[in-house]
């Protein structure tokens, strides 16, 4: 069980809300808000677990509240909760014990790799929401949390009314409290969000990303599915900030603008400034761009709709030089000999066909004058011999290559599998793991040292996301280099891995197919 749910366990047991909470112990209670929903995780050395565990052996008093807290602490008796301090301490070592919890990196891969739309989120029924005239004054004020929440609602409803597509220009650094401590607020923003990009309009974004990994991650999730349709650009400002003074600006250019500044967290009764005039529209968007001259995209989105744009920067991020290391579901595309490449292509339209081949010459050239002198580690998986034999093995991001999903021939993953023993016989810093194929794991993660990392979805549709922020590549690769251990192979066991490609060659060869 991770913190955030025995957190969230306990406060619902005893009818504890944030403030309460946060007021015991001298936290904020957006602080606790973001520990309950796993955003901030605390280190072991934190002083106030302490105080939180005592906190909850001081009130959980009634029976069922004991008996519940007897449930998850596996404790057979009452009896031991009766000495506070030893309440306390045994609320504590839970806390302390190891996190059945995946690392905030796992969960970020599989929330990519397993994202589906949801129609009936994205679809939410707001046609029957009445689209108000603005007021006869041109602005307006809106004061704290659910002002700000009032704000950005009249916000996107004046831009759903615009109906003529524009670039909204969005920045926040202020607590996001706002944004997720409503559930219903939350939906409803989402809702409209959605509906706004469905019409046309598209977002430039400037996250704040001077926080740690689990924050970052954690604000990609949520915007995820709007990621996923290609609509968004998303920025980050490089240098360090101190946080102390913060300021968020929505700004649809045509339309209307929000406004609002704070200090540290203190946003309860900040005022937040819905502007409709141009001339104060016109300074905000003017403010907005002078910032985002500052600023460096955080990643860029690739799907089938601009999959030339995805095989371009490809092909740049191969061919900087760099060490390497590559995970997919099944054998990657840069190992792919040309002859296979033009064997499964043989079917798209031509003009498409040579394009795809003359990218594909020059990754994979670039690749092979890379494994001179940089070391390349790639971990792949091999079907079941049935699976090959019954062309049924998917060729990862055809998607992005034709308007169809692409399987492999037999013939083509034996001389595919050729090229892989071919590179480890030639190559010396090429490396190859074969890991357990048991588990379905639908996307790609490529990273290149001090570069960048792709992360991609791999079923269909494809959807490809490329960072280059040094921090988060800095993770990634010990991410990768802990998933793989010490992966640096003596001869015998290079030798291993060449004779068990060579095995299934040799299996293969000797069906009918």
């Known amino acids: 069980m991770l913190f955030s749910e025995k957190l969230n366990l306990l406060m619902n047991i005893n009818n504890t809300t944030n403030s309460s909470l946060a007021r015991s112990i001298s936290l904020d209670a957006s602080y606790i808000s973001r520990l309950r929903r796993g955003i901030r995780r605390p280190a072991k050395n934190e002083n106030y677990l302490k105080s939180i565990a005592a906190y909850f052996s001081k009130n959980c008093n ?163 599915p709007l990621y996923m349709t290609g609509f968004i650009e998303p920025y980050y400002y490089p240098k360090v900030r101190d946080g102390v003074f913060k300021r968020t600006l929505f700004i649809a250019p045509d339309t209307v603008a929000v406004a609002s500044s704070s200090v540290g967290n203190k946003e309860n009764n900040a005022a937040n400034f819905l502007y409709r005039d141009k001339t104060t529209i016109k300074s905000l968007i003017e403010e907005y761009h002078n910032y985002l001259s500052l600023c460096r995209p955080l990643m860029k989105i690739f799907t089938t709709a601009n999959k030339e744009n995805y095989l371009s920067a490809l092909t740049d991020f191969e061919s900087e030089a760099g060490h390497s290391i590559l995970k997919t579901n099944l054998l990657s595309s840069i190992t792919m000999p040309m002859a296979v490449a033009e064997s499964v292509l043989s079917s798209t339209n031509h003009n498409t066909k040579d394009q795809i081949l003359s990218y594909h010459k020059i990754r994979t050239a670039h690749f092979e004058n890379n494994l001179k002198k940089h070391k390349f580690t790639e971990i792949i998986t091999i079907p079941d011999i049935n699976t090959i034999q019954e062309r049924s093995i998917k060729i990862n991001f055809s998607d992005m290559l034709s308007n169809t ?109």
């Not at 014990?97 to 929330?111: G, M, R, S």
């Not at 996301?465 to 990634?476: D, K, L, Q």
């Not at 990768?480 to 015998?492: D, H, T, Y």
């Open 405 to 513: 999903q692409l399987f492999y021939k037999p013939e083509d993953f034996i001389l595919h599998l050729q090229n892989v023993v071919r590179l480890m016989n030639t190559y010396e810093h090429y490396n190859v793991y074969i890991a357990s194929s048991s588990k379905s794991t639908d996307y790609m993660l490529y990273i290149k040292e001090d570069l960048g990392i792709i992360v991609a979805k791999t079923s269909l549709p494809s959807v490809v996301f490329a960072i280059n922020e040094s921090n988060m590549t800095a993770a990634f690769w010990d991410y990768m280099k802990g998933m793989l251990g010490k992966i640096e192979r003596s001869k015998s066991q290079r030798t291993t891995i060449v004779d068990t490609l060579t095995g299934i060659i040799k299996k293969l060869q000797g069906l009918k197919i």
């Open 62 to 224: 009634v029976d069922y509240q004991k008996d519940a807290i007897c449930k998850v602490l596996n404790i057979p008796s009452k009896k031991l909760l009766e000495d506070p301090e030893d309440f306390t301490e045994l609320i504590y070592r839970w806390f302390l014990e190891k996190e059945e919890n995946k690392e905030p990196i796992t969960n970020f891969i599989e929330d990519v790799a397993h994202f589906k739309f949801n129609k009936a989120n994205l679809n939410l029924a707001i046609d029957d929401v009445n689209i108000p005239e603005p007021p006869l004054t041109t602005n307006e004020v809106f004061y704290g949390i659910e002002g700000k929440q009032n704000a950005v609602i009249s916000f996107l409803l004046q831009v759903l009314k615009n109906k003529i597509p524009q670039t909204l220009l969005l920045y926040s650094d202020e607590d996001m409290e706002w944004l997720t401590r409503n559930r219903e607020f939350t939906l409803k923003w989402a809702s409209l969000l959605s509906r706004v990009i469905m019409q046309g309009n598209r977002i430039k974004i400037i996250h704040t990303v001077n926080r740690n990994l689990d924050e970052i991650l954690s604000a990609i999730k949520e915007w995820l």
